[in-house]
């Protein structure tokens, strides 16, 4: 890129990054210390601020480089990301919105303790939500040094290096300084400015071909070199057997995962009540549906307009497309509309970043210090006076050291697709953290030992069956491209890892000698369908 590209894009970065900042400052200096303030930011938030932080916060790089990257490569198999992430959120509003808000205080353990032996429940779920946290974290620090990468022009390695770890440092400092309620407003600014560059884009892609989504559709098959069979599907799952499971695997992983999202669930507790939860998820599937549809039109833009191998030149995995069109839809390099499309763009993609790893690292945080850290603290007998002062003391050295596991993760990951990666991550979550999260709302008779069954069982194999798989060993694209211990043939583990976590649940309950407690369970399932009793 050219330095006029990189000056302007680095002006901009540092515009947010300073605005950002300065949010952080100003909550914290207004901020009371609890843990109420710290985790759900007081509970303060109306439904449509925190609709607009729910998409802030879900509206990734993954979603804004990542599957415009993906269906730039590989035309409709891309899709299934937009489909798959989009349709998630009916799972969400019909099943766990509402009924999460009026059960828990602060994370997925909460709700699941509710009516189970504490102890055991809480290590359990917050081992799996910090688990799924930093492979989500893992896919942000990846777009960012893909960003940045294009913008220094794609050779500086270092660079990219250098960008993983200080993303890792601001995300630390905004959970530390701010807590919930800087990330929300972080969160917030962040969708206002994704909605309103991808919007721009969209129009200048549809400009371009005057308005023809049909022709757009036929001159990206034409440039993709695949001719109707990129508009078709099989380009990148229609191969063998394994890439059709692969491809059935992932659609389970994302349909399912979003609501077994720590970062995701932790949101429904920042609204006075259940119905304002529920109203926040309808404001964020306007915005978020809107933001998909948009993804689809950028990604065959990319395509039609600056072609597959142009895109995979830049970055293998498809990650920087969204930037390139952008550059070429100013008026092309060297044009000073060009450079200011572009470095807004770029600048847009960051903030994305920037606040949804704020988000995930608040979660993640939130998951050691209120269910580990606590859980072990009060087994051990300490006050109970000093507990709210000592989770958010926690939750900040937490944050510190969840970043530090994030960035080097994401220096290892660095060549990988981010949607890629985001779907290992809702395989995880939905693996893990849905089963024990509706049995414990819906089955009546669901024990503790069926809670602990039901984490463990589908977080252990999940993770294993990656390790084991293509995405680490035994492919040029790998983690670990020089070795091969691979022997679990599909890239994405959700198709085994998803169904082993109900049936975990489910044979830990029938084996369990603990009677249920009918008495805890009908108590909580008034208060899930009531809000009696929620805090």
Known sequence: ?????????LVLFSAFIAVTLAITTWVSRNRRGSAEEFYAGGRLFSPME????????????ASFLGISGLIALFGYDGMLYSVGFLVAWLVVLLLVAELVRNCGRFTLADVVAARMAERPVRIAAGTSSVTVSVLYLVAQMVGAGSLVALLLGGTSGAARSWTVIGVGALMVIYVSLGGMRATTWIQIVKAVLLMAGSVALTVLVLVRFHGDFGQLLLTAAERSGHGRDFLGPGLRYGGDW????????LGLALVLGTAGLPHIL?????????????RSVVWSIGLIGSFYLMTIVLGFGAAAIIGPDAVRASNAAGNTAVPLLALDLGGGA??????VLFAIVAAVAFATILAVVAGITLASSASVAHDLYATLRRRRGNHAGKKPYSEVAVARAAAAGIGVAAIGLGLLARDLNVAFLVGLAFAVAASANLPVLLYSLFWRNFTTRGAVWSVYGGLVPAVLLVVLSPVVSGSPEALFPGVDFHVFPLQNPGLVSIPLGFLA???????????????????????????????
């Open 1 to 9: 890129m050219s330095v006029s590209h990189q000056t302007l894009a």
């Open 50 to 61: 925190n609709g607009f932080a729910i998409a802030g916060d879900y509206m990734s790089a």
């Open 242 to 249: 394994t890439a059709k499971l692969d491809f059935i695997s």
């Open 266 to 278: 932790s949101r429904f507790y920042t609204v006075p009540t259940a119905a304002a939860a529920r």
């Open 334 to 339: 060297g044009s000073t509309g060009g450079t």
């Open 505 to 535: 649940g489910w044979i830990g309950t029938a084996t369990s000698p603990e009677a249920p407690d009918a008495a805890k369970h009908a108590e909580t399932e008034v208060r899930a369908l009531t809000g009696a009793g929620a805090v």
